[in-house]
């Protein structure tokens, strides 16, 4: 469904300044897939987010969604695309629902503009989030749990191959974020939507079979469930078996490796040491302190 080869984005904030969003990121999600995107602030995860729904174009690398390359795709072309093969969720209902609606009004929005209207599909889709006995009511009298069903009953209306959710449960509690997670899972078993989910909420990423963390505009590492491990990774016989999940990092295609900062800590890295040594070790790759080999010698 989605394929991301040294996906690089580069904004211009003043006359001589560039900032570089996306610095060669590397990523492949199946059809069908159920997946996560986790990143700090200013990672590029929304940055990500913008370039797999075409709000934003790529400045450089390769990006195909569905067979169709983002990067030629002429302007006409992107509005269909945004119709037709992608769906967003956002955060903010604000983004996603008109006020003075129904419920059901606001999900046969986009079929109006699509140009076609289906009252019974808007109907169904509702009944489908658990939503089927509040069609006419408006968003004053739903709650925000109700308000982010509703948003993304509409971003199903076009029956899209894709679903775009940009921190889902970001406005709702712990229990209602179980429940919003729960019907995602519901969505992309029964209607076999992909489905891509940027948050922050590492509780949220235990439930996914695959979460992809983005550090510095890269791939840095995927953590994946143990089943999914087993199933497709290699035979972990070597992990500890009461872990639900394993992280692996990720090599970009010139080989280079993001370290996470804190495991540099941990070993003694100093934040200014921007270098080490690099051994071969009985069929392993060792990283060692410089500093430290000299103490020792």
């Known amino acids: 469904m989605i394929e991301c080869q040294n996906l690089v984005k580069i904004y211009k904030v003043a ?20 997946m996560g995107i986790i990143g700090s602030s200013g990672s590029g995860k929304s940055t990500l987010l913008n370039m797999l729904g075409g709000l934003d174009r790529p400045s450089a690398g390769k990006l195909i969604i569905d067979g169709k390359n983002l990067l030629q795709m002429s302007d006409k072309a992107l509005v269909q695309y945004k119709l037709e093969t992608v769906g967003f969720v956002w955060q903010n209902n604000a983004r996603n ?21 289906k009252k019974e599909w808007a109907t169904e889709l509702l009944e489908l989030v658990g939503l089927g006995n509040r069609l006419n009511n408006r968003l004053s009298e739903l709650s925000g749990g109700e308000q982010q069903r ?35 899972r519901k969505l992309n078993r029964e209607l076999g939507v992909t489905i891509v989910i940027v948050t922050h909420d590492m509780q949220l990423t235990q439930k996914m079979d695959r979460v992809v963390a983005i ?83």
């Open 150 to 184: 509703v948003a993304i009953a509409i971003a199903l209306a076009n029956k899209p191959q894709l679903l775009l959710a940009d921190e889902p449960t970001g406005n709702v509690d712990t229990k209602t974020a179980d429940i919003i997670l729960d019907l995602f």
């Open 15 to 34: 006359d001589e300044l560039e900032v570089m969003a996306l610095q060669g990121l590397d990523l492949t999600v199946d059809k069908g897939e159920l």
């Open 97 to 117: 629902l008109i006020p003075y609606l129904t419920a059901r009004q606001n999900v046969e929005l986009p079929m109006l503009l699509k140009g076609k209207r």
């Open 215 to 297: 550090r510095d505009g890269r791939t840095s590492s995927e953590i994946l469930s143990r089943k999914y491990f087993d199933e497709a990774i290699i035979d972990d016989s070597e992990y500890e078996q009461e872990h639900s999940h394993v992280e692996l990092a990720v090599l970009d295609q010139a080989g280079r490796l993001q370290i996470p900062r804190d495991y540099l800590e941990a070993v003694g890295f100093e934040p200014e040491n921007n270098k080490v040594q690099i051994e071969l070790q009985d069929g392993r790759i060792v990283l060692l302190n410089p500093k430290e080999i000299q103490k020792v010698t």
